[in-house]
């Protein structure tokens, strides 16, 4: 695992992975699992989690869906704590994973969200919609 490069998947993305089996997000999050080290921070999962707990995605997942899915991101991500304020974005809420990719100097942030795209590049972190990520990021053989 230490020599994966760091990744940060927003809300919107994992939720999208979440939901949608074929989705280019859960593409993402699958390329993301094989070949890069996903960082999450104990508000970027707490967000995850409340988002992924609400009822009107019910109809969307197959019972036990949702549990299996937040299991393997609690497994597989690697927690990053103490991390700095940021405020950067438009949208304050998206600053948690600004902070997050800073402190766990990430490559790249999966979103699909315009008020982090636009940052893009932010202090040498990459911030690319999921298509961009499975399309034009290497896997870790490849990677630098």
Do not use: W
Not at 29 to 53: C, R
Not at 57 to 79: D, I, N
């Amino acid at each position: 695992m230490k020599n994966r490069l760091p990744c940060v998947f927003d809300t919107n993305s994992l939720i999208s992975a979440l939901l949608i089996s074929t989705s280019v997000a859960r593409r993402a999050f699958d390329k993301a699992l094989d070949h890069y080290q996903i960082l999450v921070s104990n508000e970027t999962v707490a967000e995850f989690d409340d988002v992924a707990g609400r009822e009107k995605f019910e109809t969307y997942l197959k019972p036990g869906e949702r549990e299996a899915f937040q299991e393997l991101l609690h497994r597989e991500a690697t927690f990053v704590e103490g991390t700095q304020a940021v405020e950067a974005s438009r949208d304050p809420d998206d600053d948690k994973f600004l902070a997050l990719a800073l402190a766990g100097k990430a490559e790249v942030i999966i979103s699909g969200d315009q008020d982090l795209l636009v940052l893009d590049p932010f202090r040498g972190v990459r911030i690319v919609k999921p298509r961009t990520f499975v399309e034009e990021f290497p896997p870790l053989e490849e990677a630098r």
